[in-house]
């Protein structure tokens, strides 16, 4: 099972973070938008691994005491930089994003050796699309410019989730697995 762990945002944002899927749409860049289904915050990726594995990564999670955050989901950016824009993405307003680190990075270290190493550090971030081709990446700079600011909302983040992901010509599916509250 193609897995990771992720946590979902509230609907009022993600009507606002489709809207901002629209304008990116008339850039005219090659970018594959993602889909309402699947918007949210990936804390760790953890590739194939056995569907039995799901047992362990519950009593891992377990021992970690995870408390409910409200953040605001703010400003557009781009992996790895805007040079090469690879992945556009929505991010977290400064003063929660450090909040939003401690938690992820308890959960990341909490399942530590499960799935395949991430050695990057985790920087809290909604894919919004991928770029497939460098065609109109001047007005994606630029609207990455005029939007790297701008707000799409407060959520509660208060349920870490298991998903698991298949991969078709059309996207990826996902699915959730296991759910965990957060105090």
Same mark, same amino acid.
């Given at each position: 099972?193609? /897995?990771?762990? /992720?946590?979902? +945002?509230?609907?009022?944002?993600? /009507?606002?973070? *489709?809207?901002?899927?629209?304008?990116?749409?008339? %850039?005219?860049?090659?970018?594959?938008? +993602?889909?309402?289904?699947?918007? #949210?915050?990936?804390?760790?990726?953890?590739?194939?691994?056995?569907? %039995?594995?799901?047992?362990?990564?519950?009593?891992?999670?377990?021992? +970690?005491?995870?408390?409910?955050?409200?953040? %605001?989901?703010?400003?557009?950016?781009?992996?790895?930089? !805007?040079?090469?824009? =690879?992945?556009?993405?929505?991010?977290? $307003?400064?003063?929660? $994003?450090?909040?939003?680190? =401690?938690?992820?990075?308890?959960?990341?270290?909490?399942?530590?050796?499960?799935? %395949?190493?991430?050695?990057?550090?985790? #920087?809290?971030?909604?894919?919004?699309?991928?770029?497939?081709?460098?065609?109109?990446?001047? $007005?994606?700079? &630029?609207?990455?410019?005029?939007?790297? &600011? =701008?707000?799409?909302?407060?959520?509660?983040?208060?349920?870490?989730? *298991?998903? &698991?992901?298949? *991969?078709? !010509?059309?996207? /990826?599916? @996902?699915?959730?697995?296991?759910? @965990?509250?957060?105090?």
């Amino acid at each position: 099972m193609r /897995a990771f762990l /992720a946590f979902e +945002v509230a609907q009022p944002v993600v /009507a606002n973070l *489709l809207m901002a899927e629209e304008d990116l749409r008339k %850039t005219g860049a090659d970018i594959g938008i +993602v889909g309402r289904e699947n918007i #949210h915050f990936t804390v760790r990726f953890f590739g194939d691994i056995p569907e %039995t594995t799901t047992g362990e990564i519950d009593a891992m999670i377990g021992r +970690v005491a995870l408390e409910s955050l409200d953040i %605001t989901v703010r400003g557009i950016g781009v992996f790895p930089d !805007p040079r090469r824009p =690879r992945v556009v993405w929505a991010g977290v $307003a400064p003063g929660d $994003a450090a909040k939003m680190v =401690r938690l992820s990075t308890s959960i990341i270290k909490a399942v530590e050796g499960v799935g %395949t190493p991430d050695e990057r550090p985790f #920087h809290p971030h909604i894919t919004l699309g991928r770029v497939r081709s460098p065609r109109n990446t001047e $007005a994606l700079g &630029s609207f990455v410019q005029q939007n790297q &600011s =701008r707000d799409f909302g407060r959520t509660k983040l208060d349920k870490l989730k *298991l998903k &698991s992901s298949v *991969l078709t !010509p059309m996207g /990826a599916i @996902y699915s959730d697995v296991r759910e @965990y509250a957060l105090n």
